[in-house]
Structure formats: structure tokens, C-alpha cells
């Protein structure tokens, strides 16, 4: 028989319950299992009252986003035996609204993200039948940007957003400089309102901890320093050059 390891699941139901409680679960250790296969486990053997989000199992869609030892972490992609020998806490993933269990409500991010228009934008579409091309040098500008799977880990650790749920966030502002560093784009200066607004860039007090907890390797903190620079050095132009010469 395989060894058991304990998952210590948070369960809610805010129509029913005045707190949050826990509740754990026996599981099989097993060395290919990640949290998310002891979830499934606990769905499809132990309680199939239990709900969480996931899709694609494999690092991708972004859906399975929960706190794992009080650190947002994909399940998908953290192993038991890495957390070994447990109990494993698995809660929501902080800083957001709990619908119930570990599904949490991402509403904010889906009405923060098209502020920063995250599309190519051009001033004048090419014909249908042309391409716009790009050097893999061009390519390498954003491309780690490019690489964000809206996950929200990055909310669930920013402190800043823990406190100020105006704040655009890093995953938007990531996002934003994705397009504005593509060489395809034309739409910085339309993005330039929404990100040097006092709830954009400037709020962030480069903590770093969206860099930390990201899955998939992209900067948003270092993104975010840059775009600062953009920004700044953008105003001082405004300010010394006369008009018509920017
Ligand atoms: Fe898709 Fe984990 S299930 S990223």
C-alpha cells in the first residue's frame, strides 16, 4: 500500500458558513502526484462535495492557482512529495473574494485587464493579404512578457494589492508592456493614460514578490520599473521640449 500524506483543505460556503474551516484528507503519496491530483483524488474517492478550479493540468490555463503551504502556487505544478510530510494546507489563493472552497472571484482582474488595451494596436492596418514582421531580436523584447497565463498568483502575493484594490496589479501591467515593447504595436501612448494614472505604475513599491511567485518566469515588478522610466522620461519631454518637436 502506497504512504498516506494528509491534505489540509480550507472549506466555505459564504451562504452557509460565518468562517472559513478546515477539513483533511488522507491520500496516497505518490511520487508523480502533484496537489492537484491529491484534489481529484479527494473529489472523485473521499468527498465529492469539494471545489476548486483547474483545467489543463499541466501549467498552461492558469485556473489552478491556490495558497499551498501559505505560499499561491500552480497545484498543477507542486508535488506532494516536495511537501512532504505534510499536512499540506491548501486554501484560495489570497486577496480575492472565496465564491467557495478554493474557488476564488477574479472579476477585478477581467475588469482591470482590457484598461491597457492588451492588443496590437496600429495606427493604420495593413492590407489582409500582408504580414507584419518581426527579427527574433524584436521577438526577444517582450517575449517573457508574452509568457503570463493570468494565473493571479502574482495578485494573490502583491501586498500592495492586498491593501489597494484600485491598483491596477502586476499581471495588467505586465501585460501592457508586453504590447508596448512589440515592435508591431503603435498604442504605448493610448496605454500611457491608464498605466501612469496614480492607480497604475506609481503604485507599486517594488516589493517584488509577483516576480517571486510567478509560475511562468516573467518580471512584472521588473516591468514595472521599466515602464516608470518610459513614463518619466516621457513628462520630462513634455516638460523641456516645445510642442510639435516630441
Ligand atoms: Fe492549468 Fe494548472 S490546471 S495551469
Redesign the pocket.
Known sequence: MADLITLRVTRYRPENDTEPTTQDYEIPLRKEWAV?DGLNHIKDHLDGTLSYR???????????GMTVNGEPR????TFLEDCAPGPIRVEPLRNFPVIRDLVVEIGDFMRKLPQVKPWVIREEEASIDSEYLQTPAELDQYKQFSMC?N?MLCYSACPVYALDKDFLGPAAIALAQRYNLDSRDQGSAERMDVLSAAEGIWSCTFVGECTTACPKGVDPAGAIQRYKFTAAMESLKAFLLPRGTR
Open positions: 492537484l483547474w483545467s489543463c493540468r499541466m501549467g498552461i490555463c492558469g485556473s489552478c500552480l497545484t498543477c505544478a497565463i494565473c
